[in-house]
């Protein structure tokens, strides 16, 4: 266990010593953040035994929230029987075995394999693997580049943060020549004039004249979330995914489908491209596969491409030392038990995601809200000045991260992307919590509509 510490010792001792992800390190130091320090069914509690509500089931991976004991028990028998062992050079281990085979009966049909990495980060790397040895099997080493989207999240190595399209990301490296960015279906800021149905027939074009500027036969895959998490919860247009449909069957092109945060749930079916209606190729999967409880990632692999690179010889030269733990393999069987015994797909599907949508799109009333979105248990807004105009609160994208810190002082963890709100609550929140979120929501948008004088 860890010393007792005063909260404030805690605090200077992470300054001085501990580097966070994706922190302004200057600005934490001034104003640090809070140690989080237990956890229990859908609350986080910091240091002074605050009482917060984790609207965003930790970094979107804790679904069936923080009191899950069978999932530890799991990982406790596992730890005696076998801690780790490695799955190169002919040796596999049960656990792995089992949750492959498992989630190929729960995947749509036509995926048929599995492979396992430590994150989801990994997961993409590994997709770019996959898809290169797919097409050079096949005689066609031109197919290199991978289509994704602006705004897009797909992981921080530097790979799959080339595949992801942040600008501010994109500034702090080289990223790869191979990967090229379209506009995302975000109609409240790229629709203009255009209604929404327009707007989401416009963008998924977008890839057709992609595709048409830089030849099918230079391109392997067109990568993208069913929804865009990290981007700002970005539910696009009900156009946008039939015609991305259209234009990816009439093409000679790979689809990934990241899942790794609409997966498990989260929209209301296994995964977002059931919800959503679209064939990937391959799946990227992560974050909930294990309730968040141990690292593990990987990627469903399609018949198609499973049965290219698995039909000629020689070697697929890539593999993580943690593929396949089977602590994390452990982990996520339990989890998977009980999203199935709980039923908590169908259980979202028909009645959490319904009431959380009904209520979020009520909060489109307040005046500082110029327009939600949502789908299963994702909820998403956008502060405005002028609802008419779409005018920010104020300059600079600042009006977030206020929202966010009055929020979580008032015991709500609400994200702040840019000037939108979002949350991605645990999928077992009760009709009661969801009352509970909107209250918590509606509270901080009235004192941040006072803090900018609305
Ligand atoms: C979080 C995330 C990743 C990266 O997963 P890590 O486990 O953090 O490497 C990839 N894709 C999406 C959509 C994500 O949200």
Not at 104 to 131: K, Q, W, Y
Not at 289 to 298: I, R
Not at 325 to 345: G, K, R, V, Y
Request: charged share 20%.
């Amino acid at each position: 266990m860890t010393k007792n510490r005063t909260t404030q010792q805690w605090q200077d001792l992470d300054t001085q010593r501990h580097l966070h992800p994706f922190t302004d390190f200057d600005q934490y130091a001034k104003k640090p953040g809070h140690i989080i320090n237990r956890a229990e069914h859908i609350y986080i509690y910091d240091t002074d035994d605050n009482q917060i509500l984790d609207g965003m089931s930790g970094l979107w991976c804790c679904s069936l929230g923080y009191s899950q004991p069978a999932i530890a028990e799991a990982v406790s028998r596992q730890f005696e029987q076998l801690p780790y062992y490695n799955n190169f050079f002919q040796c596999s281990n049960a656990p792995a075995v089992e949750l492959a085979e498992r989630l190929v009966d729960m995947a749509p049909e036509r995926f048929t394999h599995v492979f396992f990495t430590g994150s989801g980060s990994e997961a993409n790397d590994t997709n770019i693997r996959l898809v290169r040895r797919y097409w050079d099997l096949q005689d066609k080493p031109n197919k290199r580049i991978i289509i994704s989207r602006k705004n897009a999240y797909h992981g921080s190595t530097i790979a799959s943060a080339s595949l992801g399209g942040f600008k501010s990301v994109h500034q702090q490296f080289e990223t790869l020549p191979y990967v090229e960015h379209i506009v995302d279906p975000n109609w409240f800021v790229n629709g203009g004039d255009l209604s929404p149905e327009e707007f989401g027939l416009q963008a998924a074009r977008a890839l057709e004249e992609k595709i048409d500027q830089i030849g099918e036969e230079n391109i392997a895959a067109f990568i993208a979330e069913p929804i865009q998490g990290a981007g700002g919860v970005i539910v696009p247009p009900d156009s946008y995914w039939p015609e991305v449909s259209r234009i990816l069957k009439a093409r000679d092109i790979l689809f990934i489908s990241d899942e790794v945060i609409c997966g498990f749930g989260r929209t209301g079916s296994l995964f977002g491209c059931q919800t959503l209606g679209t064939e990937p190729d391959l799946i990227t999967f992560a974050k909930a596969v294990t309730n968040g409880f141990q690292p593990l990632g990987g990627v469903l692999v399609s018949d198609k491409v499973a049965s290219v690179i698995t039909a000629k010889g020689g070697e697929f030269a890539h593999g993580f030392t943690y593929s396949g733990h089977p602590i994390a393999c452990a982990a996520a069987m339990a989890t998977l038990d009980i999203m199935q015994s709980d039923n908590i797909f169908q259980t979202v599907h028909d009645h959490s995601a319904p009431y959380l949508q009904k209520r979020w799109a009520e909060l489109g009333q307040h005046p500082i809200v110029g327009h939600t979105r949502g789908l299963g248990m994702f909820g998403s807004m956008e502060l405005v000045r002028n609802k008419e105009t779409r005018e920010r609160l104020a300059p600079d994208q600042v009006s977030g991260g206020v929202c966010r810190d009055l929020s979580i002082a008032n015991g709500l963890v609400m994200r702040a992307v840019g000037d939108s709100m979002i949350i991605s609550p645990p999928l077992i929140c009760s009709h009661a919590e969801i009352d509970t979120i909107i209250d918590r929501v509606t509270q901080a948008l009235d004192q941040t509509a006072e803090y900018f004088s609305v």
